[in-house]
């Protein structure tokens, strides 16, 4: 689940330093490795069963029956009130949709999926947009750039690094994406990454726009969430009245991609993909 400028709780746990940033040890990513993993299957499970005719509604379902025969909890079922175990945005919106019964997909749509679980304690965050049924050129070269620009952050994910190398890699992979018109791609700047541990949302706040070899040193122990949204064309947004899901003012399409990553001696270790990283 995207983290807003305003709904970043830090938390004072673990290892500290400068600010409060939790540090992992090696156990303790071991044991979000394992969270990641039942949001892995997750996605993969409500992926194949997103087809026309399906609601939302029956994703979510399907999302909190999978976290919860793995032993896990929805780590979003419940969070600030939000009613269901996963987000599922639909089109024109960009994060954080309601499933709903009445949502049913149709040919065409663009539907992104956040999905999170915890498990003994710790989280797991990712997410991933989906094609149903017809593969629209447009939302193919969309949902192709933002996961690009995921893992153009993620290969910054190292020690030594500092939070403005992971934004600015993720802005510069935008930035080499067209629409098929030839127009730029919109970068949601309002909404980005963040840290993650015994909480879902936690320090530091991970921008998808920055400039390089500036913000927080990276620290072996340090586990971010890298999720940049991308929109087919202007990248502002409005909330709406149910003071959840955030769409794009111009009705364009938006993409959503995120993994939960570890910093490692080793380099990026991405603990939410279904086979190691």
């Not at 807003?4 to 990513?29: C, H, M, N, P, Y």
């Not at 005719?53 to 979510?60: A, Y």
């Not at 791609?185 to 921008?207: K, N, Q, R, S």
């Amino acid at each position: 689940m995207t983290a807003g400028l305003g709904r970043v709780a830090g938390r004072l746990s673990g290892g500290r330093f400068g600010t409060d940033v939790q540090l992992k040890s090696r156990g303790e990513i071991e044991a979000m490795r394992a969270a990641g993993l039942v949001v892995a299957a997750t996605l993969e499970r409500v992926g194949a069963a997103a087809a026309v005719g399906v609601s939302t509604r029956e994703l979510d379902e399907l999302a909190e029956t999978t976290i919860r025969e793995a032993g896990a909890v929805p780590s979003f079922l419940g969070y600030h009130g939000f009613p269901g175990s996963i987000c599922a945005s639909v089109n024109a919106e960009v994060v954080h949709g309601i499933p709903a019964a009445t949502t049913v997909l149709a040919d065409g749509d663009l539907l992104s999926v956040d999905c999170g679980a915890i498990l003994d304690g710790w989280h797991g965050d990712a997410a991933v947009t989906l094609h149903v049924g017809t593969v629209r050129p447009g939302d193919e070269a969309l949902s192709a750039a933002c996961r690009a620009a995921m893992w153009a952050g993620i290969a910054e994910v190292r020690p030594g690094n500092r939070l403005g190398d992971v934004s600015h890699a993720v802005e510069s992979e935008v930035a080499r994406h067209r629409t098929p018109d030839g127009g730029p791609f919109g970068i949601v700047a309002d909404y980005g990454g963040h840290g993650i541990g015994t909480e879902m949302h936690m320090e530091p706040f991970l921008p998808n726009v920055g400039r390089a070899g500036t913000g927080l040193r990276l620290r072996e122990g340090m586990v971010l969430a890298v999720e940049p949204m991308l929109t087919a064309g202007d990248p502002e947004t409005d909330e709406l009245d149910d003071e959840w899901t955030v769409v794009t003012l111009d009705g364009g399409r938006a993409a959503h991609w995120e993994h939960t990553v570890a910093v490692t001696d080793e380099g990026p270790r991405v603990l939410t993909t279904g086979s190691d990283s």
